[in-house]
């Protein structure tokens, strides 16, 4: 192929195929003419040594085992007439020695030690590890001189020994780093002659009355497990932001994973404390084959600011000014079910339905005022091409596939605000009750550097990758902001562990400040490798890669523009209404400028380092920090530069929008825990 096949997984269907009639076979070995296969078979806590054509055809079960014995690692002698394989049975691990067909079989040694890992070697000696010692290290066995020689003396362990061509030992070595491949050029192996540790003189008797015994198992009974959960696990998070230039925002919590033994029930608990609250949590079950999940979320922000009150009009009079300060609460209450289908390794869909509750309430206020109710409804439908081969599209660096999103829903909306008669104004339109059809297809594409010439095959081979995303949504019609699509920040639609997708919605700008009915956005990034194999443990966090991006996004979100409305009226809320809302335009991507951001088209770019981490040895603890900077200026709702004071007294038809912008700059994002 020319390249690691790492970097192509789709070139795997070339060179290879699922062997039929295999199922539940784990750990081949082919033998040496290239016609068969040997495998483990593995039911109900047993494993069976099996033999195959590599056409599925002529199975056979060269062992018979239904009492929890279990095998590891076998493999052909030179000539394809034998096997050796590690059995543990009867409290006891030793190597035997099988003819293909599954007669004569007989240990190679019958003692206390746990012997692992043979390797049938081209000149018919057997490698194997064991721990005779204490410690596992590699041994040589000699069938024609009946010596066992040490090969190795480590002080940790080393295991599933094998040989190079040249007859160099190849091994895994347990190190503080995890395990790691080590090898030993065969001038220096130790050749200690042990043999004297090992019984190879066994009694036949012995081993045949081991062999042919079969625990009785009648008495147990198989266990349905219900209410039985595996030990719950967790970690903490901590969220750094400046939505605004002069603005730092600080959330920390943590979230706990809990799930029973077979995997049916499952439930995820996160909160986050700070300016800005979260509290989220999801169940779901996998007992049928679709997976159906529960989610509920609250989520709280306070809001400080004031209203520059000018009498005259006048910026320049500074006399009759004067700011009238307010604080209230904001929350959101979100219900979601949804129902996930795999149809395949790439392909799945999920229906969804999500009822929204938003309020807010004054510092002087007991109870929240419920602004609007929501009832969105619909499918979505994902391809992955990183499927089920171990890999995904989540990781810090993935390359050479791509995900294509589409989702569809029905939204239908109820403004409920009491002090303003139950509705809103939004471009110009009176909002009360209201339903819409709602569509976002987004598209991303992981593209590993052409293998082209000498320096760029060096960037293919250190997995540096070109990510392009592009992401485009409409709603029908005018809608009230809060149903509109959202950008800024960072991205709005995913909140949670390893769910973040980078930068596509403009993380150069503050969050949730770009809004619209129409969305086109293309995001570019170059990923790299920084250090693949950091392998240090901090305390109870273990450190394994870091991985950089630096990326640019351009696009917008349009809405509809209600400001060449000549024909209008104030209502006695203070709003100006089209009379008629046929007259308000809807703004045209890529040719008219958004009126809510000032701006034809938003652009932003930056640079971003992934780490990729684990807390208290299993759990998932991948972190990010980002800084990015946003090009364009742009104008808002309420407090847009960050001042805490909202001034909001020019407006055009429909325009409720505040007279500040926020300048181009830079903003930064740091996760802990969170994901990427």
């Known amino acids: 192929m020319g390249r690691d096949v790492e970097f192509a997984p789709k070139e795997w269907k070339k060179y290879a195929h699922v062997i039929p009639n295999t199922k539940r076979g784990v750990e081949p070995s082919v033998s040496p003419d290239g016609k068969k296969v040997a495998y483990f078979e593995y039911t109900d806590g047993t494993l069976n040594l099996v033999t195959i054509n590599l056409d599925g055809t002529d199975k056979k079960y060269l062992t018979d085992f239904k009492d929890g014995t279990w095998m590891q690692r076998m493999d052909w002698s030179p000539d394809g007439s034998q096997l050796a ?14 003819n293909a067909d599954g007669t004569n079989v007989h240990p190679l040694m019958y003692d206390k030690w746990e012997d692992a890992d043979p390797f049938w070697a081209k000149d018919g000696k057997i490698y194997f590890s064991s721990d005779h010692t204490g410690i596992f290290n590699i041994y040589e066995y000699d069938p024609s001189s009946k010596k066992i020689l040490q090969i190795t003396n480590v002080i940790s362990a080393a295991m599933a020994p094998t040989l190079t061509p040249e007859g160099n030992l190849l091994y895994s070595a347990d190190t503080s780093h995890g395990w790691k491949a080590y090898g030993v050029p065969k001038e220096d192996f130790l050749n200690k002659d042990v043999t004297a540790a090992y019984d190879l003189d066994w009694e036949p008797t012995a081993v045949k009355a081991s062999w042919d015994f079969r625990e009785d198992l009648s008495a147990y009974v198989p266990h349905k497990y219900k209410g039985d959960l595996m030990a719950p696990t967790g970690a903490p998070e901590i969220r750094i932001t400046n939505d605004s230039q002069d603005d730092v925002s600080i959330q920390a919590g943590g979230y706990v994973f809990l799930q029973d033994y077979v995997e049916k029930h499952g439930a995820y608990i996160q909160a986050l404390l ?7 949590g999801q169940y779901f079950y996998q007992g049928w084959y679709p997976t159906i999940f529960l989610t509920a979320y609250h989520y709280e ?10 009498d005259d009009n006048n910026h320049f009079t500074k006399q009759d000014e004067a700011i009238y300060e307010i604080r209230n609460q904001q929350y959101a209450n979100v219900g979601m079910i949804g129902v996930a289908y795999p149809w395949n390794d790439k392909f799945n869909t999920n229906v969804f339905s999500r009822f929204t509750d938003l309020g807010f309430r004054t510092v002087t206020e007991h109870q929240y005022a419920p602004y609007s109710w929501n009832l969105e409804s619909g499918i979505a439908a994902n391809f992955s091409s990183f499927g089920g081969d171990g890999r995904s599209s989540r990781a810090a660096n993935p390359s050479g596939g791509r995900n294509i999103d589409l989702t569809y829903s029905y939204g239908y909306s109820d403004i409920v605000y009491q002090p303003q008669g139950g509705r809103s104004v939004d471009d110009g339109e009176s909002l009360d009750k209201y339903g819409y059809n709602k569509i976002e297809a987004r598209w991303t594409e992981q593209i590993a550097v052409p293998a082209w010439g000498k320096f760029l095959s060096t960037l293919n081979r250190k997995r540096h990758t070109i990510q392009l995303d592009f992401d485009a949504g409409m709603i029908d ?3 009230d902001r809060n149903d509109e699509f959202r950008a800024g920040g960072q991205h709005p639609y995913y909140y949670g562990s390893d769910s973040l997708r980078p930068n596509t919605l403009f993380a150069g700008y503050p969050a949730n400040s770009l809004s619209g009915e129409t969305m086109a956005l293309l995001n570019v990034a170059y990923r790299f490798p920084i250090r693949r194999e950091l392998n240090r443990k901090i305390g109870p966090v273990y450190l394994y890669d870091l991985t950089a991006q630096v990326m640019g996004s351009a696009g917008n979100l349009w809405s509809f523009d209600a400001g060449s409305v000549k024909d209008y009226y104030m209502d006695e809320y203070g709003e100006k209404v089209a009379r008629n809302p046929k007259q308000i335009h809807r703004e045209i991507p890529f040719v008219d400028a958004a009126y809510k951001n000032g701006n034809k088209l938003l652009y932003d770019a930056g640079a971003e380092v992934r780490l990729t981490a684990t807390a208290f040895n299993n759990v998932g603890w991948n972190s990010f920090a980002r ?50």
């Open 85 to 98: 394989v590690a059995i543990f049975r009867n409290y006891q691990q030793d190597i035997y020695i099988m």
């Open 274 to 280: 700070g300016e800005d609250m979260l509290f989220l």
């Open 301 to 310: 922000a306070k809001v400080n600011y004031g209203y520059l009150l000018d």
């Open 477 to 479: 019609r005018n809608v």
């Open 627 to 676: 800084v990015v900077y946003g090009f364009n200026e742009i104008k808002g709702y309420a407090d847009v530069n960050g001042d805490d004071v909202q001034d909001t007294t020019d407006t055009a038809v429909g325009d409720s929008l505040s007279n500040e912008t926020e300048k181009p700059g830079f903003r930064f994002y740091i996760g802990l825990g969170t994901g990427w």
